[in-house]
């Protein structure tokens, strides 16, 4: 039985079936990139620390014209489905960098964004409070931490009848202060449980739809993140992430028979979100090694810098939630604000020069995006593959 109706009639004024039962919108319009032309960005690595001032790319002006809605009556080069609206699924885009996200696609006027969101209600104030044209979304229940809610979410949205262009997978919960676990429906651990295992039952059954988009730029996107990354200074912050020999993740993380952390050690609610992390971003490499030269979907991840006053902390003592921000903005000068990571994750979903596969993107000081280099462990093809045969085991799929 459906849990939610998946689609708000003030949703779906625009559209309407046509009789080959595709979805037609009555609006019509159709640009480059959001209405900005990005110019194209120099491929370069980096260490974390070593900056390539002259790399050439999106600029802040640009980035700011990107939030306003740009009409312009020019056909895209990759248009198709003439008239009718990509679409993408943001998971988590109640709050933080997926609604900042899921603002700027909406009022783009080129998206229709599906809020794939645990809270219907909260989801839907977030995106009336930020502006989001009625007719350019529709939230639709998903709860990660249950997988058979997954599976509902996968059944409603394909009801829906809308194509999948992109999916992107942002939701994640953080429990830094927590000193014992909790846990999922399935009786995981629940950062490991929702950040990662939720969102790789999710994208592999979605990929099926994804393979059926028409879409030039079929893409999905798995938001990463620098602490992950032990190659970098905040990375060795401790707790460090460290999946080990993934003993805990082959017993199930249940904290019964077995420890609720992948690496099989004590519970700590900061390295499991990292381990997480970790997760995710070997999950993309290896989406990428198995699926992009056979479906020529785009596989992608992104540290969209330190957006210090998201709902991620809301866990976390008063002291942190008052110093952090601060602390990022002046001292470490990583800080972004929710606004722009939007404008970074609307990039990495639309921009055609973003097209890369297996690419964990971030930004430098210059705003310019580049191809990032992950930690060794964050980068082992041994492991990726492993962390996704285990992973196939716990959520039913093997
Ligand atoms: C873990 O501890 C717990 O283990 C875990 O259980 C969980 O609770 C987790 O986050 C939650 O925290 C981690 C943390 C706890 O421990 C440390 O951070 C230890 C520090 C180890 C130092 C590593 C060395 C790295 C090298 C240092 C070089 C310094 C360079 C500075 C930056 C240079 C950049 C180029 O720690 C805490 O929880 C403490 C809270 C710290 C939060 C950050 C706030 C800092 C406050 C600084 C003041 C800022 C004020 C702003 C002022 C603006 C002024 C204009
Ligand atoms: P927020 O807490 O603001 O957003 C997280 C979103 O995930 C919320 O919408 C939340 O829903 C949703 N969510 C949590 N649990 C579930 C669940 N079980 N099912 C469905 N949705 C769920 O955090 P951020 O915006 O900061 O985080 C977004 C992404 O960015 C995460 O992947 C995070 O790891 C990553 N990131 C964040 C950084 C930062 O500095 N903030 C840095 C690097 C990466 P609800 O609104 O109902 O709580
Ligand atoms: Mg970290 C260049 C330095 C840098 C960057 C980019 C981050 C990002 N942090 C940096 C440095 C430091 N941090 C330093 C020097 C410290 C010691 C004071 C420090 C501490 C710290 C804590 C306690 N940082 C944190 C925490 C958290 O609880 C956050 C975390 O790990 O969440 C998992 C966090 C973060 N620092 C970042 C980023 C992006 C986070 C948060 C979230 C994330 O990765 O998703």
Redesign the pocket.
């Known amino acids: 039985s459906m849990r939610i109706a998946a689609l708000p009639s003030s949703s779906t004024a625009a559209f309407q079936e046509n009789s080959s039962g595709m979805w037609s919108s009555s609006i019509v319009k159709a640009s480059p990139f959001l209405g900005v032309r990005l110019c194209e960005p120099k491929h370069f690595s980096s260490q974390s620390f070593s900056f390539n001032p002259k790399a050439k790319c999106i600029t802040k002006p640009q980035l700011q014209a990107i939030a306003a809605p740009v009409e312009t009556k020019r056909a895209a080069p990759e248009a198709r489905r003439a008239g009718l609206k990509s679409s993408v699924i943001i998971?988590?885009?109640?709050?933080?960098?997926?609604l900042a996200a899921a603002k700027v696609l909406a009022q783009s006027g080129e998206w229709h964004v599906i809020m794939a969101?645990?809270?219907f209600l909260?989801a839907e104030k977030a995106a009336m409070a930020v502006g989001m044209p009625r007719e350019n979304y529709t939230v639709m229940h998903?709860?990660?931490?249950s997988l058979e809610s997954v599976r509902q979410f996968v059944e409603n949205f394909r009801r829906s009848g809308r194509p999948l262009d992109v999916l992107v997978c942002?939701?994640?919960?953080y429990f830094p202060t927590a000193k014992e676990p909790t846990f999922s429906a399935e009786g995981f651990e629940l950062s490991v449980a929702?950040?990662h295992l939720?969102h790789f039952l999710l994208a592999r059954l979605l990929l099926d739809d994804l393979k059926a988009s028409d879409h030039s730029a079929r893409r999905l996107i798995i938001?990463g993140?620098?602490t992950g990354n032990t190659n970098t200074l905040a990375g060795n912050i401790p707790p460090k992430a460290n999946l080990g020999d993934l003993r805990g993740l082959s017993a199930a993380l249940n904290g019964v028979q077995s420890s609720p952390m992948i690496d099989g050690g004590q519970f700590d609610g900061a390295k499991a979100y990292k381990d997480s992390?970790v997760c995710n971003m070997l999950t993309m490499q290896e989406f990428h090694r198995r699926f992009h030269e056979k479906t020529g979907i785009t596989f992608a991840s992104l540290?969209?810098g330190?957006?210090?006053t998201?709902?991620?902390f809301?866990e976390h003592i008063p002291l942190f939630r008052t110093l952090f921000p601060p602390f990022q903005k002046y001292i470490t000068k990583g800080f972004v604000s929710e606004d722009d990571a939007g404008k970074r994750l609307a990039q990495v979903v639309s921009d055609p020069y973003l097209s890369k596969s297996g690419v964990y993107w971030s930004w430098n000081k210059d705003l310019n995006s580049f191809e990032n280099q992950l930690s060794e462990e964050a980068s082992d093809p041994e492991k990726a593959k492993r962390v996704w045969e285990l992973s196939e085991k716990l959520v039913g799929l093997a």
Do not use: E, F, M, Q
């Open positions: 998971t988590g885009a109640s709050s933080g960098l997926g969101c645990r809270d909260k998903l709860d990660l931490a942002n939701a994640a919960v929702t950040n939720g938001v993140s620098i992390k540290y969209p330190c957006i210090a998201t709902g991620l809301r």
